[in-house]
Structures are given as structure tokens and as C-alpha cells.
């Protein structure tokens, strides 16, 4: 009796992708389900809206303290530690996604309790950004290959801004819904387009090491985001101005650690390449 033919090589990578994917989404999903009845939570506590968002701090925090434990676990037990990963890009990740939960903490509160939409309703914007966030990210992946990195990167942090700076506005003066809708997509939809490429150069000099480098990169994204979530509910939930002004200084904070990412290195010579070695990523300069 013959053994059925193992799966060919082709299909297995064809697999990988979409597992991945569904990897990814596991710790925002776990937040996502939960973030409309926030506002519900509030009052059925009897809770300030800064210590209701502290449950989001909660859970970014596992998920920070989490990738400490899996990464170097996935790099087989106690291989050396990292000294230096990329530390412009990692800043800017750090303080790109202390915007994301500042907003996914604010935004609840925001479109529910100042601007009247139900808990599905919000869902819904909620999901209209989602499905901008994967589309930005997706698109930046494809222009960082082919155009540059820290040009890709550094059009994200200005997208994040002009989302960040629409909500300052709408915080200081009065705007129709329209705009916290925009603002709060450009937010997302800025901080997608970074991801890609500050991966990329964060990590793209220890493969030996991937699964400890993306580690830390990730407890700085979440750990950042942990500290941000329950600063825009200082002021409680009747303004926007909070959260106006957590996203603009955490993008403002972004936009000077992209500069150690995209100045330009006059001091210091390119080494010179051994003969016959291919130059390799050219677009990250």
C-alpha cells in the first residue's frame, strides 16, 4: 500500500502567506471585538474614561511582554542579544503606533459619546479604517521595493500627520463628522504605510537573529502604544482636544526619528564591495 504524495513544495509556500496573516491578527482582533462597548463599560463601572482605557493598557502590555518570550524562544534558546536594531526606525514605530492606540482608545469615545453613533455604526467606521489600513500597508509594501524605503517611510509619517493634525483641529473648533472620519483614516492609513518599510530596515541586518529582532520591535510598538491609550481619556469624553494632541506629538516624535532614518550619511564612506558580490537593496537609500 502505497503513501499519499507528500503536498508539493509550491503549495506549501502558496499556504504560508495566509497563515501568517491570520497569525497577525489574533492580538489586534482581541482588542477590536471590544473597543465598541468601551463607552458601555464606562458607565456601567461608574469609571473615569482614563482608567476604563487602562483595560487596553492591560492588554498591550501581554501583548508587548508576549513577544519577549516568543521571539527569542523562536531563535532556539539563548542566542546573543541585540545591541543595535535599526534604532531610527524603531523609535519611529514606537511613537507611530502610541498614535494608532492613542486613537484606538480616543476614537470610541470620540464618534460615540460626541458625535451619537451606535456601537454598530461605529463598528462599521471602524472597519471602513481597517480595511484602509491593509490597503495602505499593501500598497507600501509594493512601493518600498520598488521605489525606497526611507522615501515610503517617510511619506507614511506624513500622512499620520495630516490625520493627526485634523483631529487638533476638531478638537479646538467644532467639525462635522466627516472630518474626524478622514483625519482618523489618514491616521491609520500613514502608520500603514510605515510599517513595511521600517521593518524592513530595522531588521534587514540580523536574519541570523529575525525572530529576537522583530521581538523587540514589536514590545516597542505595543509598549509605546500601552503608555499613549490612557492619555487621551485625561480630560474624560467629552473632548477631542486629548486626543488631538497625544496623536500629533506622538507623530511630531516619529517624523525626528525619521530623520535618523532618512539623512543622508555624508560622514562616513560606503566600504567598498569585494568583486563580483551583487550591490543589494539600493532603495533604502
Known amino acids: 500500500m502505497t503513501s499519499p504524495a507528500p503536498l508539493p513544495v509550491a503549495a506549501h509556500r502558496g499556504l504560508l502567506p495566509s497563515l501568517l496573516l491570520l497569525l497577525t491578527v489574533f492580538g489586534p482582533i482581541s482588542m477590536d471585538l471590544y473597543l465598541p462597548a468601551l463607552p458601555a463599560l464606562t458607565s456601567?463601572?461608574?469609571?473615569?474614561?482614563?482608567?476604563?482605557?487602562?483595560?487596553?493598557?492591560?492588554?498591550?502590555?501581554?501583548?508587548?511582554?508576549?513577544?519577549?518570550?516568543?521571539?527569542?524562544?523562536?531563535?532556539?534558546?539563548?542566542?546573543?542579544?541585540?545591541?543595535?536594531?535599526?534604532?531610527?526606525?524603531?523609535?519611529?514605530?514606537?511613537?507611530?503606533?502610541?498614535?494608532?492606540?492613542?486613537?484606538?482608545?480616543?476614537a470610541t469615545y470620540v464618534l460615540q459619546e460626541i458625535y451619537g453613533l451606535t456601537p454598530l455604526q461605529y463598528a462599521a467606521a471602524f472597519g471602513l479604517n481597517s480595511v484602509g489600513f491593509m490597503l495602505f500597508g499593501f500598497l507600501a509594501g509594493r512601493t518600498a521595493e520598488l521605489w525606497s524605503l526611507r522615501g515610503t517611510l517617510a511619506a507614511g509619517v506624513a500622512l499620520t500627520g495630516l490625520g493627526s493634525a485634523g483631529l487638533l483641529v476638531a478638537g479646538l473648533a467644532p467639525m462635522p463628522l466627516w472630518v474626524i472620519i478622514v483625519s482618523l483614516f489618514a491616521l491609520a492609513g500613514g502608520v500603514a504605510v510605515t510599517s513595511p518599510p521600517a521593518?524592513?530596515?530595522?531588521?534587514?541586518?540580523?536574519?541570523q537573529i529575525?525572530?529576537?529582532?522583530?521581538?523587540?520591535?514589536?514590545?516597542?510598538?505595543?509598549?509605546?502604544?500601552a503608555v499613549s491609550a490612557p492619555l487621551v481619556g485625561l480630560a474624560g469624553a467629552a473632548s477631542i482636544l486629548p486626543l488631538g494632541l497625544?496623536?500629533?506629538?506622538?507623530?511630531?516624535?516619529?517624523?525626528?526619528?525619521?530623520?535618523?532614518?532618512?539623512?543622508?550619511?555624508?560622514?562616513?564612506?560606503?566600504?567598498?564591495?569585494?568583486?563580483?558580490?551583487?550591490?543589494?537593496?539600493?532603495?533604502?537609500?
Open 199 to 207: 521593518t524592513t530596515l530595522a531588521l534587514v541586518g540580523y536574519p
Open 246 to 285: 497625544v496623536t500629533v506629538t506622538a507623530t511630531v516624535l516619529a517624523g525626528l526619528a525619521t530623520l535618523l532614518v532618512v539623512a543622508p550619511r555624508r560622514t562616513s564612506a560606503t566600504p567598498p564591495m569585494p568583486a563580483g558580490e551583487p550591490r543589494i537593496l539600493e532603495n533604502t537609500h
Open 44 to 106: 456601567e463601572l461608574d469609571a473615569a474614561t482614563s482608567v476604563a482605557q487602562l483595560t487596553i493598557t492591560a492588554c498591550l502590555l501581554g501583548l508587548a511582554a508576549g513577544q519577549l518570550v516568543a521571539g527569542p524562544l523562536s531563535d532556539r534558546y539563548g542566542r546573543r542579544g541585540i545591541l543595535v536594531i535599526g534604532v531610527g526606525a524603531v523609535l519611529n514605530q514606537g511613537f507611530m503606533y502610541a498614535a494608532t492606540f492613542a486613537y484606538l482608545a480616543g
Open 210 to 225: 529575525a525572530g529576537t529582532a522583530s521581538s523587540l520591535l514589536g514590545t516597542v510598538r505595543f509598549g509605546f502604544g
